[in-house]
C-alpha cells in the first residue's frame, strides 16, 4: 500500500467514528464556528448566489447558509458525512440544500464556473503534499465564477503545541512526539488510537497558506486568524453563552485577526482569494 493510500485510509476511519457532527457544538469548535460564520459574512456575495461547499462535513456551514437562501452544493469524501448533512437539511425548514455528492477536492465533478463562491474549509488540512493541496485549490478555481470567491481553511503550524500546553496533552510523550513533528515540518501523523490527538494531516505556516492560492492561479486578498488567541481561555462556553461576553471576544478577536504576527497563535486561518476576472481586450 502506497504512503497516499495509507493516509486516506487513516483519515477515513477517523471520520468514520462520526466525532465530526458535534465538533462544532461546544469550546474552541463553537468559536471556530462562530467566527468563520462572521467572515463567511462579510465575504461571501448575497444570497441567492451559488455556493460550493467542498469538504462540507456533515453540514453545519452548508444548512445555516441554505437558510440564509443561498444555493449550496455539498461534497464531501466521507459518506457518513454526506448522510449526516442531508438528515441535518431535512431536518430545518427553508434548509433544502441544492446537491450533496460524496466527492474528491481534487477532482470535482462540478462544471466550470457554476458556483459564485467555492468553500474549502477542510481538504487542505488532509493533503499532506503541497502539489496536492494546489491541485485541490486549482479545482475550485476551475469550479468558481471569475471574479468570484474562493475561501480556503488551513490549520496553523503551532495548535498542536499550543492545544498540548490548554489541555495538558504534551505531558503524555505520544502526544509531545506528534506536537514535535509538526513544528519540524507540517507533517502531523498520529501512530495512537486516541482520536484526541486527530488524524493524519497538513499543518501550515501561515505564509504557505498565500504562496499556495497563488501557485493555483487564485489572487490572495487576505490570510485571516479564525479564532486568533481565543482558543486558549478555559471558559469559552460561558464566554459565548452570555451575549456581552460573546460579543466583546468576537469584536476582540476580530480586532486581531488580520494581524500578521499573530496568526500563528490561531488554530485555524482562513485565506480569502478570488478568481482573476476575465480581460476583454479593447480594440
Known amino acids: 500500500m502506497s504512503d497516499a493510500s495509507r493516509d486516506a485510509d487513516e483519515v477515513a476511519a477517523y471520520y468514520a467514528r462520526g466525532l465530526e457532527r458535534a465538533r462544532l457544538a461546544a469550546g474552541p469548535g463553537a468559536l471556530e464556528f462562530a467566527r468563520t460564520q462572521a467572515l463567511l459574512e462579510r465575504y461571501l456575495p448575497p444570497p441567492p448566489s451559488v455556493v460550493a461547499d467542498v469538504g462540507g462535513g456533515p453540514g453545519r456551514y452548508a444548512v445555516w447558509l441554505a437558510e440564509r437562501g443561498y444555493q449550496v452544493h455539498l461534497v464531501d469524501p466521507v459518506p457518513l458525512h ?17 446537491s450533496t455528492e460524496v466527492g474528491d477536492a481534487r477532482a470535482l465533478r462540478l462544471p466550470d464556473a457554476s458556483a459564485d463562491a467555492v468553500l474549502l474549509l477542510g481538504p487542505l488540512y488532509h493533503l499532506p503534499e503541497r502539489a496536492e493541496r494546489v491541485r485541490a485549490l486549482a ?25 498540548g500546553l490548554r489541555g495538558g496533552y504534551l505531558e503524555d510523550p505520544a502526544f509531545a512526539s506528534v506536537a514535535a513533528g509538526d513544528l519540524r515540518d507540517g507533517q502531523h501523523r498520529n501512530p495512537t ?10 499543518f501550515h505556516r501561515p505564509e504557505e497558506l498565500a504562496a499556495e492560492c497563488a501557485a493555483a492561479g487564485l489572487v490572495h486578498e487576505a490570510t485571516l486568524a479564525v479564532e486568533g488567541p481565543g482558543w486558549l481561555l478555559p471558559d469559552l462556553d460561558a464566554r459565548l453563552a452570555d451575549e456581552r461576553r460573546r460579543a466583546v471576544l468576537l469584536a476582540a478577536l476580530a480586532a486581531l485577526e488580520a494581524e500578521p504576527t499573530l496568526h500563528g497563535v490561531s488554530a485555524h486561518l482562513l485565506a480569502v482569494t478570488r478568481r482573476l476576472r476575465i480581460q476583454r481586450r479593447q480594440g
Do not use: H, K, N
Open 139 to 163: 479545482e475550485a478555481r476551475r469550479v468558481c465564477r471569475p471574479g468570484g470567491v474562493i475561501i480556503a481553511a488551513a490549520i496553523s503550524r503551532f495548535a498542536s503545541t499550543l492545544d
Open 193 to 202: 488510537d486516541d482520536p484526541a490527538y486527530f488524524t493524519t494531516a497538513y
Open 82 to 98: 454526506v448522510e449526516q448533512a442531508r438528515v441535518a437539511a431535512r431536518g430545518r425548514p427553508q434548509a433544502a440544500l441544492a
